[in-house]
């Protein structure tokens, strides 16, 4: 398995990039979002990777965060999501916006996506909604885990001799996807239920993008609390 990839931008097309390792170039298929955060050609870049294996072909699809990788491999376990109906739902809402649309089952959000229709959207979010507080809770995880090396089971396609890309910088505690799941944890912690904690925490970051644990905390026990 390959779950990263590290060297130099050789060129890009509206889908996909090629990515020059040692000599070798790699095409790695990715969403718009990340296509857009890329730097220019010749210059140093690394995404972290999920190969797909057919009879008749091998491909690459790129993610800028381990978070968005889970999340592109969750949706490719609903019936009907191929890698391209992932990439344009992670494309148009983010790890982050996926994650938030269906805790909160909002189908219509995950329909915004280009090619996604309404019963595909409602598959989404049937088919991912108990599953999704478990990704939420590794959010923060995934996020720290960026500043080091990926994962053992999960091969590196690196170079001594390439330069290396700039690092990612673990996420600060407190903020977007670890915020989420220190929230989320805060409210497991206090025994609400994983389905109505995680959908509390994502209305609550869905309200104020930018809050911290601590807020969102609260903002979700106030939306937990008995109404009346």
Known sequence: MIGRIAGRLLYRSDD???IDVNGVGYVVYCSDRTLSTLPGNGEAVALFTDLLVREDNLQLFGFPTLLEKEWHRL???????????S???????????????????????????????????????????????????????????????????EAL?????????PPVAPAASG???????????????????????????AQAASDDPEAETPALIRAALKLLAPKG
């Open 87 to 153: 990439l344009a739902i992670l494309g148009t809402l983010g790890a982050d916006g996926a994650g938030r649309a269906i805790a909160l089952g909002d189908w219509n959000a995950i329909k915004a996506a280009k090619g996604i229709g309404p019963k595909t959207a409602q598959r989404v979010v049937n088919e991912l909604k108990d599953k999704a507080p478990a990704v939420m809770a590794l959010g923060g995880s995934l996020a720290a885990a960026q500043g080091g090396a990926p994962a053992s089971d």
């Open 16 to 18: 996909h990039v090629v």
């Open 175 to 201: 903020s977007g996807a670890a915020a989420q799941a220190e929230a989320l944890s805060a409210l497991s912690n206090l025994g609400y239920g994983p389905g109505e904690a995680a959908s509390a925490v």
């Open 75 to 85: 949706l490719m376990s609903v019936q009907g999501v191929g890698a391209k109906a």
């Open 157 to 165: 396609v690196d170079s001594g001799d390439t330069p290396a890309a």
